[in-house]
């Protein structure tokens, strides 16, 4: 079976203009379509913060400077809601999943991850269990604290666990040209030609931070693609390599 990693983003899952507001009819909606391709793939997890992490880690200051112990705490309490609320839907809907803390697996250096022990995940997946990750504040050998963003942590593990696809969630229908009509095939060498212009906080780069870490997996040789994860029937496609309306990114 192939391994897959999934991230939902926290423009599916939140509402990121607001602040700790979840969108609990889109966790509905993602969790039947893991549930869905969940027979046909491994699926590792990982899920954004939206509006349960990044106002907040950027009141703090957390990606700027040493971010304060109490940032840390606040800013990760309100990602642990966001992921309780997630893991409860995906087993409610007969997804075995289970939470796995990124913290405690990896150490970043100026916010990029150094370390990571990747054998927890990887045993878990061997057992017919999804694990869940998360965007996370890290420890950052130079910094204190870092956010690293499940973007970052989706594709170095994509390349780690040697994943044959990287399925990027989000809630618009791909990466989206100046018409809003969704680019079918984008070329990271040509990224400057469209506009990212991020409206809600992201304090790890919105879709050009996204597409920039894509990077990683593609020189991997790991295909990856974008696009809606709530919209009924995309994302189980995506995960399983069907033909659906999204964006394939390549080199
Ligand atoms: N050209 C573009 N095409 C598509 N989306 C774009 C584009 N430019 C900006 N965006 C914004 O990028 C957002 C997706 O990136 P963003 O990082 O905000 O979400 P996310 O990764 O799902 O959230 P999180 O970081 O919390 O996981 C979309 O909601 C959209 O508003
Ligand atoms: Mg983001």
């Given amino acids: 079976m192939e391994t897959v990693v999934v991230k939902v983003g926290g423009s599916a899952i939140t509402w ?33 913060a939206g509006s ?3 106002p907040i880690a950027r009141r703090y200051g957390i990606t700027t400077s040493s971010g304060g112990a109490h940032g840390v705490a606040e800013t990760r309490l309100s990602l642990l809601e966001l992921s309780y609320m997630l893991l409860k839907e995906l087993n409610e809907a007969g997804v075995k ?29 061997d057992h017919g269990i999804m694990p869940v990750l998360h965007g996370d504040v890290v420890s950052d050998l130079e910094a204190c604290f870092t956010v690293v963003s499940g973007d970052q942590i989706a594709c170095r593990l994509a390349v780690e666990l040697k994943a ?33 212009q991020q409206k809600a906080p992201d304090v790890t780069g919105g879709m050009a931070g ?14 990856v693609v974008v696009g809606n994860a709530v919209k009924p029937g995309v994302l189980s496609k995506m995960i399983c390599g069907e ?9």
């Fill in 52 to 54: 349960f992490g990044h």
């Fill in 97 to 125: 999943a289970t939470l796995l803390s990124p913290m405690a697996l990896m150490v970043a250096r100026r916010g990029r991850i150094d370390k990571i022990f990747t054998e927890p995940i990887a045993r878990l997946l």
């Fill in 243 to 251: 033909p659906v309306r999204c964006t394939l990114v390549t080199l």
């Fill in 164 to 196: 044959s696809r990287v399925v990027f969630g989000v809630d618009v229908d791909g990466v989206l040209d100046e018409r809003g009509g969704v680019v079918r095939e984008l070329s990271l060498s040509r990224l400057s030609e469209y506009s990212m």
């Fill in 210 to 223: 996204k597409l920039m870490e894509a990077k990683a997996a593609l020189e991997a040789g790991i295909p």
């Fill in 16 to 48: 990121k203009s607001k602040v700790k507001a979840a969108r609990v009819d889109a966790v509905k909606a993602i969790a039947r379509e893991l549930r869905k391709a969940s027979s046909k793939a491994r699926i590792l997890l990982v899920h954004g």
